[in-house]
């Protein structure tokens, strides 16, 4: 079958890579793609994610058999009910159902309706009344723009004068765009956080290997929020008793109160969870798979993805057994220095080819586009270089060995990712 990826990152690289090893894929297209991706399918860089009537074209054109659409804007703009109007079969939820996370204060109404586990929160439209609730409210607090923010728009203040520098940065100074037009304020929740990403099919739901993101920019968990600088998997912290409670209270429920407010979820979501004191609380909802938590993932998954995808499509999700390597996986983020703030693009990456033959490594691309002087970099994460290893203590070492093999100008990485790992 000839399948067609939209969305050019990270994790559209490793969606590209395990289909590639699908004996059901003949030809892989992607848009716009990257020179990561460039290698193993046919990019088309001149189409953007949100050009629904070209990519519809592009898919058509191609006379593909699947549509695989990747990232939260297409996702949450309506791009699969777009491809299905046109006769394509497309994968991921349609616009009704994405807005699980295109909007915050949906999926925290959700909750406190179907009685799902989250933080207690208050939704504001207007700032003045914002900065009213803040004088009252306990800090530390969170505040999060409504919309989508590229895994930015959420802000943790310690102090009030904090809190109202953040209303003014979110909703007066539009510093996230019309995602700030609506913010919920939440309570501050403390405790270890893992990410579990799970396929649906509309009423059944199959979670995949636990997984931890590192969103600060600098080590120690320092610096501006980011869209991930690393990852591990599994979570030593996802515990048997902490999947039992989530599969009790949180995952089929999510599941169910999709489908009884008329949006049936077919696709991937993405269970951003706290393990408090009290018990594991859901932090956030994503409608697809995260990045970098897909790169620790799916080069850990034993199954087909496109048999899974299919009965994610079909309806026919709870005859698959799913399944995943006894082993971990950990991911670290190349960035260019300055990130997620400035930086500057176009430094030649060397040492790709190293790559090549090595088993149990890989080198994700993120930012990067292929020139006439050779592979440059393009974007504020380049390359998501990951390593799987007999353990996690094993898996961090690897792929810590291997962010040597490659340099660039302007290289950046965290040096801690996954050493909570020690801690378990």
């Not at 395990?18 to 004996?23: D, Q």
């Not at 030593?236 to 089929?252: G, H, L, M, R």
């Not at 340099?407 to 950046?412: A, G, H, L, M, R």
């Amino acid at each position: 079958m000839k399948v067609l990826i939209v969305g050019g990152g990270g994790r559209e690289h490793a969606i590209a890579v395990s289909m590639k090893k699908s004996s059901r894929v003949e030809k892989l297209y992607c848009v716009p793609g990257n020179a990561g991706i460039a290698q193993i399918a046919e990019c088309e860089p001149s189409i953007g994610v949100m050009e629904f009537d070209k990519i519809v074209a592009y898919a058509k054109e191609k006379a593909v058999d699947l549509v695989f659409v990747a990232p939260d804007d297409p996702l949450v703009g309506g791009l699969v009910d777009a491809l299905e109007a046109a006769g394509l079969r497309a994968f991921g939820p349609r616009q009704n159902a994405a807005i699980l996370e295109g909007s915050k204060a949906f999926s925290k109404d959700l909750m406190k309706k179907y009685n799902i586990p989250t933080a207690a929160y208050e939704t504001f439209d207007d700032p003045e009344a914002a900065l009213a609730y803040l004088e009252t409210a306990e800090m530390p607090i969170v505040l999060k723009a409504d919309g989508l923010a590229l895994g930015k728009g959420v802000l943790i203040c310690n102090t009030l004068e904090e809190a109202k520098a953040g209303v003014k940065e979110i909703m007066l100074d539009k510093h996230f765009g019309s995602a700030g037009n609506r913010m919920v304020v939440e309570e501050f929740m403390t405790g270890r956080e893992v990410s579990v990403l799970s396929f649906v099919d509309g009423k059944t739901i199959k979670t995949m290997t636990s997984a931890q993101d590192h969103k600060r920019a600098k080590d120690g968990d320092q610096g501006l929020n980011t869209g991930g600088m690393g990852t591990f998997s599994p979570s030593p912290f996802y515990t048997d008793e902490v999947d039992e409670f989530c599969k009790k209270y949180i995952y089929q429920a999510t599941v169910d109160a999709m489908a009884a407010e008329g949006r049936e979820f077919k696709g991937i979501i993405f269970f951003g969870l706290m393990l408090t004191p009290k018990g594991p609380r859901v932090l956030e909802y994503n409608a697809r798979f995260g990045d970098p938590e897909t790169q620790v993932v799916l080069c850990r998954m034993k199954n087909d993805i496109i048999d899974v995808i299919d009965a994610c499509i079909d309806g026919t999700l709870e005859q698959v057994d799913l399944q995943f390597e006894d082993n971990a996986a950990v991911c670290v983020v190349l960035a260019s220095d300055g990130y997620p703030e400035s930086y500057e693009k176009g430094y030649v990456i060397s040492g790709l080819e190293k790559f090549e033959d090595a088993e149990g490594y890989y080198c994700f691309h993120a930012g990067t586009k292929a020139t006439e002087a050779g592979v440059v970099t393009n974007g504020g994460r380049v390359l998501g270089i990951t390593a799987k290893g007999q353990d996690l203590k094993a898996a961090r070492a690897n792929a810590y060995a291997a962010t040597e093999w490659v340099s660039f100008e302007n290289k950046y990485t965290r040096h801690d990712i996954g050493k909570a790992i020690d801690e378990a």
